[in-house]
């Protein structure tokens, strides 16, 4: 079966400095990933997705994702943080019918 | 062209009691998921309808079940409702079978009280 690990609980940045959100996976299939945001008591928004195509995937408000298959590994990561970004990010992976496994989840926090 | 929808958006039960929640996917989506998100924890795979069957199912007891209509909206039951079933239901809609983006409704509450 597949699972990812979200290597970090809670991560904290300043304002305007990079962020980085770190996300391993397991599947014994070629994985489809996702990164999803959830601001609080809101729904889940999806910031980008790899479905085997390039390896560096841009997605909404800055972020991008790069697959290393060799490391397991899709981290998330943003040149400059913004205060707006602060919010509950998961890490995803699906293989066959969209059957998504989450990670428990990063907690992004963003000082002034 | 509308999103997932959900309903109720918030409830409270007592224990021991039944509640059912409702899921209308995206317009021309086939295939709806459910998924249990417990405060402080990520979302938990509950089970997949297509075709108003069961495709897939998480690690979840039979107190959970579905059912889905000939217009792919769908349901989920709980009985026998107890505190630890208060959480955030999600319902993702997509297509069955593909890697295609899937859509997530805002969720129900569900508090047991």
């Known amino acids: ?112 | 062209d509308a999103g997932v929808t959900q309903s109720p958006t918030h409830l409270i039960k007592t224990r021991g009691q039944q509640v059912t929640l409702r899921c209308s996917p995206k317009s021309g989506h086939d295939t709806v998921s459910w998924y249990q998100q417990a405060l402080g924890q990520g979302p938990q795979f509950i089970f997949q309808y297509y075709e108003e069957e069961e495709r897939q199912r998480g690690n979840f007891p039979d107190r959970f079940s579905g059912h889905q209509f000939p217009n792919y909206s769908s349901e989920l039951n709980v009985n026998a409702l107890l505190l630890g079933d208060s959480a955030l239901y999600l319902c993702a809609s997509s297509f069955f079978g593909a890697k295609d983006t899937i859509y997530f409704g805002e969720g129900s509450w569900l508090t047991v009280v």
Not at chain 1, 37 to 44: A, I, R
Not at chain 1, 60 to 70: C, L, T, V
């Open chain 1, 1 to 112: 079966a597949q699972s990812v690990t979200q290597l970090d609980s809670h991560v904290s940045v300043s304002e305007g400095t990079p962020v980085l959100l770190r996300c391993n996976y397991s599947s014994s299939y070629s994985p489809s990933l996702f990164w999803y945001v959830q601001h609080p008591n809101k729904g889940l928004q999806l910031l980008l997705k790899y479905t085997s195509a390039a390896t560096l995937v841009k997605g909404i408000n800055g972020f991008e994702a790069e697959f290393k298959k060799s490391e397991t590994s899709f981290h998330l990561t943003k040149p400059s943080a913004h205060m707006s970004d602060a919010a509950e990010y998961f890490c995803v992976v699906s293989v066959f019918n969209n059957d998504m496994r989450f990670g428990a989840g990063t907690r992004l926090t963003v000082k002034p």
